[in-house]
């Protein structure tokens, strides 16, 4: 079975300083992965998408970025966050050798909090 | 603009009810539908997925849709208080991303 890995949990960070999120997908190969950022009382905001290592593709603009250094792992980064960074940052997985590249799953989360 | 729209709520619907919520899109060229179960403070959950026009039906789900419309909807049977959970409504939009509606916030009254 397909398993998808998110960490931190929780992160507080102070204004200015730098991001790194991590996400893993186990189970399956060449998986489309995703990163999604939910706010306060708000909807699913699509950041960034990955068909393949080193393949992004971004959605706003922002001062975040994401990578995919190997085909199950992808990090989303910041070099200094801002106060509109925190929210719920959630990694999806789709495709791949074990599912429908339609059907996204999504890892824990990680709860981020600017001050 | 592509969008998804929902219902805030909040629904609140007794204990052993049929509880209703409702999905509308804008983008016709959308082919799948998804409804994700959303509990505070946890990621979202996959609970249905349909592709074609009418039904689908597990457990106590039942997912419609009607692409004429552009609605989609989730039927609750025999509520129940774990159920009470926001639920997001997604469609595809071109090959590999989803529009995602803000939600509807479902209550079961015990």
Redesign the interface.
Known sequence: SQTIHQWPATLVQPVGSPLSLECTVEGTSNP?LYWYRQAAG???Q?LF?S?GIGQISS?VPQNLSASRPQDRQFILSSKKLLLSDSGFY?CAW?GGTSGR?????????T?LTVL | QKEVEQNSGPLSVPEGAIASLNCTYSDRGSQSFFWYRQYSGKSPELIMFIYSNGDKEDGRFTAQLNKASQYVSLLIRDSQPSDSATYLCAVTSGTYKYIFGTGTRLKVLA
């Open positions: 489309n708000r909807g699913l699509l998408y068909v959605e959630l789709s590249s339609d059907t996204q799953y999504f890892g824990p989360g709860r």
